[in-house]
T-cell receptor, first 114, second 113 residues
Framework: SQTIHQWPATLVQPVGSPLSLECTVE??????LYWYRQAAGRGLQLLFY??????ISSEVPQNLSASRPQDRQFILSSKKLLLSDSGFYLC?????????????FGAGSRLTVL | AQSVAQPEDQVNVAEGNPLTVKCTYS??????LFWYVQYPNRGLQFLLK??????LVKGSYGFEAEFNKSQTSFHLKKPSALVSDSALYFC???????????FGRGTSLIVHP
């Protein structure tokens, strides 16, 4: 079965500092990978998704970026954090080629920007 | 285009009573429908899904959901609520050919002892 790891679990960063959140998956190859942000413990906002190495699609314009340097690695980055970047960041994977795939989520990374 | 609505921000129910968390959807073509649960400070966990076939879908932890095509609904139900069911519940929809589900805003379920 697929597993997904996210780190760090918790992060406190000052405004203007850089960010790197990492997500790695096991138990599958060529997955679809997703970064979501959850603000105030409610709805999910899709930030980025990837269908393969180096292939990133952005859903919303912002100061965040994503990269997929390896098949099972998905990284969320920022050069300069804003207060509004605070939130709970969730990485998810879906099985490529299956039309009704269930997403498997990581445990999340909670970012507080001060 | 696809969309999903969870009309209730919060549902309160007494332990032992039946619970319903509502979800309606809009999609072109046949929908794939999902329910996920999120406990505090954790990722989402899959509960159940409807793809095709029987309109009543059974899932984890005693939950079930009924697909109603005429009402475009997929309400989550459980015959007898537990305090441990208290969590945030998300409905999601996926249209055929898409791999990006649309999630609802979530409904907070609170089960009182």
């Amino acid at each position: 079965s697929q597993t997904i790891h996210q780190w760090p679990a918790t992060l406190v960063q000052p405004v203007g500092s850089p960010l790197s959140l990492e997500c790695t998956v096991e138990g599958t190859s060529n997955p679809n990978l997703y970064w979501y942000r959850q603000a105030a413990g409610r709805g999910l906002q899709l930030l980025f998704y990837s269908v393969g190495i180096g292939q990133i699609s952005s859903e919303v314009p912002q100061n965040l970026s994503a990269s997929r340097p390896q098949d099972r690695q998905f990284i969320l980055s920022s050069k300069k954090l804003l207060l509004s970047d605070s939130g709970f960041y969730l990485c998810a994977l879906g099985l490529a080629g299956t039309g009704a795939n269930v997403l498997t989520f990581g445990a999340g990374s909670r970012l507080t920007v001060l | 285009a696809q969309s999903v609505a969870q009309p209730e921000d919060q549902v309160n129910v007494a332990e032992g009573n039946p619970l319903t968390v509502k979800c309606t959807y809009s999609v072109s073509g046949n929908p794939y429908l999902f329910w996920y649960v999120q406990y505090p400070n954790r990722g989402l966990q899959f509960l159940l899904k409807y793809i095709t076939g029987d309109n009543l879908v059974k899932g984890s932890y005693g939950f079930e959901a009924e697909f109603n095509k005429s009402q475009t609904s997929f309400h989550l139900k459980k015959p007898s609520a537990l305090v441990s069911d208290s969590a945030l519940y998300f409905c999601a929809v996926l249209s055929g050919g898409s791999y990006i589900p649309t999630f609802g805003r979530g409904t907070s379920l609170i089960v009182h002892p």
